[in-house]
């Protein structure tokens, strides 16, 4: 994919720039709500692929549902948690949106995880009432998105200042036909999406707010990686900058029911 792809550059999940952030942001939900609760959670993970954030939510305690399109991603998912040692606790199923309803049956979920798929989904709003609709009282939704900043503003720095104007006024937010991503959000819409269904947001953080800026050669030891992490943490949550968030590659939401 083009310079928004998002980029693992080592590291687990934990650690990775892709997922470090939104990583210890559920994590930390998922402890909170398993204490409360005093069980494992029920977790579905829309679009989870090959398990990226399925595996580690197992290895957790968590019973785990990826439901995908995909065929070789939910094959890449169950050697995966194979070898992890979690094929009991995580589930796929190959499908989408309109699944949702018939796998929560009357078991209401604790937390939906849709992470990278808005983007690609025939009709969000009616993808995230989907998500709102099978979590139990008390609940949460977990909804990474791109943002349309972060694209206009690497655009503008590769010197494509058609593609950027392109993405900055398109309904979209692509930058031109050749934009291989279907749509990006304002985190403005996005929070109106998950507030239609009745959710209340509790946390919007930006995500990736200078890592896919940086040169991979600048980002060449753990410590490095470590210190970029600390920034992008520092800079997202900072009191009197909270408009960097919105340069944030993505945005994450997260919606109690």
Do not use: K, Y
């Amino acid at each position: 994919m083009a310079d928004e792809q998002w980029r693992t550059r080592r590291g687990g999940v934990e650690t990775a720039l892709r997922t470090s952030a939104v990583w210890a942001s559920v994590r930390d939900l998922t402890e909170r709500q398993q204490t409360h609760l005093g069980r494992p959670l029920r977790v579905i993970d829309l679009g989870g692929g090959t398990g990226g954030l399925a595996v580690p939510l197992a290895e957790l305690g968590h019973d785990v549902t990826v439901v995908d399109p995909s065929p070789d991603a939910l094959a890449s998912l169950s050697r995966r948690s194979a070898e992890r040692g979690v094929a009991e606790r995580v589930t796929a199923v190959q499908g989408d949106a309109d699944s949702l309803a018939e796998l929560a049956g009357d078991q209401p979920v604790d937390l939906v995880c849709c992470h990278g798929t808005l983007e690609v989904v025939d009709d969000p709003p009616a993808t995230v009432a989907a998500l709102a609709a099978v979590l139990a009282p008390g609940g949460h939704l977990s909804l990474v998105a791109a943002q349309r900043l972060a694209v206009v503003l690497a655009r503008v720095l590769a010197g494509q200042f058609t593609q950027a104007h392109a993405a900055l006024t398109s309904p979209d937010g692509r930058w031109g036909s050749a934009d291989p991503l279907p749509r990006r959000f304002d985190a403005s819409d996005l929070r109106a999406m998950v507030e239609q269904t009745g959710l209340t947001v509790v946390d919007e953080h930006g995500v990736r707010l200078f890592s896919d800026l940086v040169p991979s050669a600048l980002i060449d030891t753990e410590a490095e990686r470590i210190a970029l992490l600390d920034l992008e943490n520092a800079a997202s949550r900072h009191p009197d900058f909270g408009f960097l968030g919105q340069l944030g590659a993505a945005v994450h939401v997260l919606a109690r029911n």
